[in-house]
């Protein structure tokens, strides 16, 4: 806490940096996600290679991901964009394919008989039914993003990761106890919100129906 106290400036930097790498990474994790998550839930064609390649991208251990990726991108933030956006993909597409499989196929098959088009299914009756738990994937990915997003400091990518290792390197242990204090509320914050968001739309659901 004394280096919260001390060093209001320099932890609030470093939190804007964090807050903007994880939106980024979330935003571009999600326009990715969506189009293969409604192709893994469409193809059993499609699902057997995305889901084996996002899974061996989603077990390389974050630090050698980065590592793998500064030959073509250079050190900095859209490093750790790219790398967290890769890292997300597991998550995400999962839950939004398993969202679209759990749609009532009656449902599914009412909106075709009125003449709906695969896409006004997938806009009009798929996308808001699946969308609690493809909320819940977001939750998940958006928490798991800030908390790898630390990892991301020692590329030059900023965030509170900058205090976590500046204080590891400079034996200034409150430092170091300071980022990662900080990184946890965000998270903590994060998942409290989505999870509301997330029961809020279950709750209108449940009204509408």
Do not use: C
């Not at 390389?60 to 967290?84: E, N, Y």
């Not at 006004?120 to 699946?130: G, I, K, M, N, Y």
Request: glycine share 8%.
């Amino acid at each position: 806490m004394d280096y919260l106290l001390a060093h209001p400036d320099t932890v609030l930097r470093a939190l804007g940096q964090h807050v903007v790498l994880s939106a980024a990474s979330l935003a571009i994790a999600l326009a990715v996600a969506i189009p293969l998550g409604v192709a893994t839930a469409r193809s059993a064609t499609a699902r057997t290679p995305i889901v084996a390649v996002l899974g061996i991208i989603y077990t390389i251990p974050s630090l050698a991901l980065f590592a793998l990726l500064i030959p073509w991108l250079g050190l900095g933030f859209w490093t750790a964009v790219t790398a967290l956006a890769a890292y997300a993909q597991m998550i995400l597409v999962r839950n939004i394919a398993a969202g679209i499989n759990a749609v009532d196929r009656a449902a599914v098959e009412a909106a075709r008989g009125m003449g709906m088009s695969d896409l006004q299914v997938l806009w009009r009756v798929e996308r808001p039914l699946a969308m609690p738990v493809a909320l819940g994937g977001v939750r998940i990915a958006a928490v798991s993003i800030i908390g790898i997003a630390n990892v991301a400091a020692w590329i030059d990518a900023g965030g509170l990761g900058t205090l976590v290792l500046g204080g590891i390197q400079a034996d200034y242990p409150s430092k170091a106890v300071a980022g990662a204090l900080v990184s946890a509320a965000l998270a903590l914050t994060v998942d409290l919100l989505l999870r509301r968001a997330e029961s809020r739309y279950r709750q209108h659901l449940n009204v509408s129906a």
